[in-house]
Nanobody, 126 residues
Framework: QVQLVESGGGLVQAGGSLRLSCAASGRTFSSYAMGWFRQAPGKEREFVAAIRWSIGTTYYADSVKGRFTISRDNAKNTVYLQMSSLKPEDTAVYYC???????????????????WGPGTQVTVSS
């Protein structure tokens, strides 16, 4: 059974940094892409970043490019999202997700991700 558990959320001032972690278990994820999404109150869940587990290829939403970095630790089966220069508009629940990549490429649509964690709250104060 696939399980994704996020941690590392919290309250931070604008301009600050946070690192989110996603511990993955239940299967081998080498053929998967792992993604981070976020959802603010009253808004749709949106793509933030993704990484192809096997070769480390990354992809970012324009809104976070240059400020956020996604990475993975194969030995710990953990994916990270390092967030810097945070803005109040980054406030949201952040979700980790796993995409089996049946299509052969890394997706940015929430519908392409089969497994989801429960989320962790990130609040950026101005």
């Amino acid at each position: 059974q696939v399980q994704l558990v996020e941690s590392g959320g919290g309250l931070v001032q604008a301009g600050g940094s946070l690192r989110l972690s996603c511990a993955a278990s239940g299967r081998t994820f080498s053929s998967y892409a792992m993604g981070w999404f976020r959802q603010a109150p009253g808004k749709e869940r949106e793509f933030v970043a993704a990484i192809r587990w096997s070769i480390g290829t990354t992809y970012y939403a324009d809104s976070v490019k240059g400020r956020f970095t996604i990475s993975r630790d194969n030995a710990k089966n953990t994916v990270y999202l390092q967030m810097s220069s945070l803005k109040p508009e980054d406030t949201a629940v952040y979700y980790c997700a796993a995409d089996p990549m049946y299509r052969g490429y890394m997706g940015s649509s929430k519908y392409e991700y089969a497994y989801w964690g429960p989320g962790t709250q990130v609040t950026v104060s101005s």
